[in-house]
Each structure stands twice: as C-alpha cells, then as structure tokens.
C-alpha cells in the first residue's frame, strides 16, 4: 500500500485517525459531563447504543473520566 506521508514520516492515515479519536474523546468527555456520567442517556444523546459508548470507553480508555 502506497500511503501518503507527513512532513515527520508518518502516514496521512495515522495522523487523521488521530484527529478522528482525539475529537471523539473530546466530544465523549463533554457529553458524559452533561449527562452527570450516567452511560444510557451519553450513548443517546450521541444517537449510538450503549454498547457502543461502552466500546469507545474502552477504547480511550475513559472508563473513569
């Protein structure tokens, strides 16, 4: 696979999938905030399951924000 390359080396793929995770989490944390943590109206609000959301924790590892 030939992938486009950043100034630093690394491939245009990583870097937006970085951008794409870091606004998630961003988006996540703020929603969690105004639902006072409680996991079934966040995974709403954001119009995914809740298994989802419990997926996106896991993986941004914000079990505990």
Do not use: F, P, W
């Amino acid at each position: 696979a030939n992938q486009a390359k950043t100034a630093r080396g690394g491939s245009l793929k990583e870097t937006i999938d970085d951008l794409v995770a870091r606004r998630e989490t961003e988006i996540i944390r703020d929603a969690l905030r105004r639902n006072r943590h409680n996991k079934s109206k966040t995974a709403r609000e954001l119009d995914m399951t809740r298994k989802t959301l419990a997926e996106k924790l896991e993986r941004y590892r914000l079990e505990d924000c």
